[in-house]
């Protein structure tokens, strides 16, 4: 149980990765219309849900004190590397827990914002919340990619060669 909660996180990181790959560094500041979100700004969110939900993951909390929320959307400039390393830090705070549970532990209470979950609903909330952001930085970077966008998934036309040899649907690698 906990092994299909670590792949899906898996494959969802390396799909946001794969699309950051494609967009220029400039791109990945570019924010399209009023009150939208770069994806710069939506990695920043990312990393910094999966750090306030995953530190102390059974024992406090999900929603930390010290996280600023509003600041994760603020408006400015990321580098690359700066983008990098949120991504990478979020996912590693995430990794880190996940490593350390078990299935038994699946029907254990968590808190987050003083709501009582449990583990697997904590767990099967936030992948969702997780693949949704993702999802954005993946259109985002197919729009910014602007014709040169390699396909992340099954390519238009390409659906009865996939069904012959279904590699996607192997855990991530």
């Known amino acids: 149980m906990i092994r299909d909660f670590i792949d899906e996180y898996q494959r969802y990181r390396l799909l946001g990765e794969k ?3 494609q967009v220029s560094d400039e791109g990945l500041n570019r924010v399209f219309g009023r009150d939208n979100n770069s994806i710069a700004v939506i990695v920043s969110h990312i990393s910094g849900n999966l750090i306030s939900r995953f530190t102390d993951f059974l024992t406090s909390d999900g929603e930390k004190p010290w996280r600023n929320r509003d600041v994760e959307f603020a408006d400015r400039e990321y580098s690359r590397e700066e983008i990098r390393e949120m991504w990478e830090k979020g996912f590693r705070v995430l990794e880190g827990e996940l490593a350390k549970l078990t299935d ?3 029907n254990d209470d968590v808190i987050i914002r003083g709501q ?3 583990v697997h609903a904590a767990l099967a909330r936030s992948v969702a919340h997780t693949a949704y952001h993702v999802g954005q930085i993946v259109i ?3 729009i910014l990619a602007d014709g040169n966008w390699k396909s992340l998934s099954i390519p238009r036309g390409a659906s009865g060669a996939y069904n012959l040899n279904p590699t996607m649907e192997k855990k991530p690698q």
């Open 104 to 106: 038994e532990q699946m």
């Open 140 to 142: 985002l970077a197919r």
């Open 116 to 118: 009582s979950l449990t």
């Open 19 to 21: 699309a950051i790959a």
